[in-house]
């Protein structure tokens, strides 16, 4: 398993911070390694969501469903991951003194024939580094 947490603060008030997350349609303008989101159903939030997710990381291409399974209105949204690479993974939302902590955390499998643990150790460094440029990017919309 690769465990990733990332986080950044951010100067907006949850509230804000959440109606921008809340919009699942636009993650792929901010997430370096999300090419492409196709919602699967006619839903676009909350759970049962499912989204065709490519997702690209160098040379690898996958094309994952997400499904949305938690989604607590201004605080919180957790997925599963089905495809070539399984897991979950959740975002935060936690208010601070000066704004909001975003807080993003996966947990996701690779496959054996692909290296399993071998792999996610490998790729463990290489998502968090992805990650924390696409909360950058994230705050970026914010303002």
Do not use: C
Not at 17 to 43: C, N, P, T, Y
Not at 49 to 59: I, S, Y
């Amino acid at each position: 398993m690769a465990m990733v947490v990332v986080e950044i603060d951010l100067p907006f008030p949850v509230s804000e911070v959440w109606d921008e997350l809340s919009k699942l349609e636009r993650h792929a303008d901010w997430m370096m390694d999300a090419e492409r989101i196709d919602f699967a159903s006619g839903q676009t939030r909350g759970v049962g969501t499912e989204m065709k997710v490519r997702t690209r990381v160098g040379p690898f291409v996958t094309e994952d469903v997400i499904e949305v399974r938690e989604w607590t209105e201004g605080k919180s949204i957790g997925v599963s991951h089905r495809g070539l690479v399984t897991g979950v993974g959740v975002f935060v939302l936690l208010p601070t003194d000066d704004g909001t902590r975003f807080v993003w955390w996966e947990d996701l499998e690779f496959p054996w024939y692909l290296g399993g643990p071998i792999t996610a150790w490998f790729a463990t460094p290489i998502l968090k580094w992805i990650w924390k440029g696409n909360l950058k990017r994230f705050a970026r919309t914010l303002g």
